[in-house]
């Protein structure tokens, strides 16, 4: 009987604090925390889950997606408070985490192609390559205070295709946004998305990849297209398979656009 070992008493266990807690989990657990954080538009309770991650060591970049859910969750104060850290806003989104409403098909159908399905939300463990960058998302989605917050923390080169997510833009201050975009960013208004991007390029050429009049065009936005052929957008390109931007406003029931298209052609 003197062999059998005594239990200690779980009453008896020693507590661990907080900081030992969290050395124990899986490093990504406090980042997804603060994503969290971000995306409930607490500046309070966000700007407590980044200091305690910068103050622990984690590098800024690993915060990027933060940024994200904030531009996401249309919060300037939380947008700025991380700009304010160092967050890099010009960093290419090379692995994400989540999914959201506007890149949830979008990450959903990589993360499939590339076989990284995980529970109700997608998870990349590897790169993913996508040219998707804050600005990008921002111009697509948030309020302006926020479009203007990130230019202002912004220099050239852009990347993130802006005028295309410009064009994509569905809210009553598109043709603005478009136009914001035109002026400060000084892009080559008839590039077609992904262009030079060889794998994005090859793993979204199915879904017909154009200029960014294509994407007026598909939304049907009368004043974005308007604007985009005032400023020099060419009707006659196709994108990647084969349509003009007259053939996808056909495509998807703009007649006005239709027309206004093939007015510009002659």
């Known amino acids: 009987m003197d062999d059998i070992p005594t239990s200690i008493p779980l009453s008896d266990t020693p507590s661990l604090t907080d900081s030992e807690l969290r050395r124990l989990l899986p490093p990504d657990t406090d980042i997804a925390e603060a994503k969290s954080a971000c995306a409930t538009g ?3 309770t966000a700007k407590g889950a980044v200091e305690r991650l910068t103050s622990e060591g984690v590098p800024v970049v690993n915060l990027r997606g933060c940024l994200l859910e904030g531009i996401r969750s249309r919060d300037e104060a939380v947008v700025e408070m991380l700009l304010s850290k160092g967050v890099p806003i010009k960093h290419v989104r090379r692995g994400a985490s989540g999914t959201t409403e506007v890149y949830r098909d979008l990450v959903f159908a990589t993360a499939i192609w590339m076989g990284h399905q995980q529970g109700d939300g997608v998870v990349f463990s590897v790169s993913a390559r996508m040219d998707i960058t804050p600005l990008s998302n921002a111009v697509l989605k ?3 205070p926020v479009i203007e917050l990130l230019f202002a ?5 852009y990347r993130g ?6 064009a994509m833009r569905t809210t009553g201050d598109a043709e603005e946004v478009v136009r914001m975009v035109l002026e400060r960013c000084q892009l080559d208004i ?6 030079g991007d060889v794998f994005s390029y090859e793993v979204w050429k199915v879904s017909g990849l154009g200029t960014a009049l294509h994407e007026a065009a598909k939304i049907g936005n009368a004043s974005v297209v308007q604007l985009l052929l005032a400023s020099g957008a060419d009707v006659s390109i196709r994108d990647s398979c084969g349509r003009t931007a007259l053939e996808v406003a056909e495509l998807f029931g703009h007649h006005s656009i239709v027309e206004m298209l093939r007015g510009s052609e002659c």
């Open 42 to 44: 607490s500046l309070y």
């Open 142 to 144: 948030a309020p302006l």
């Open 153 to 157: 923390h912004s220099n050239p080169p």
């Open 161 to 166: 295709e802006l005028l295309h997510n410009a």
């Open 190 to 195: 008839n590039h077609i998305v992904y262009e």
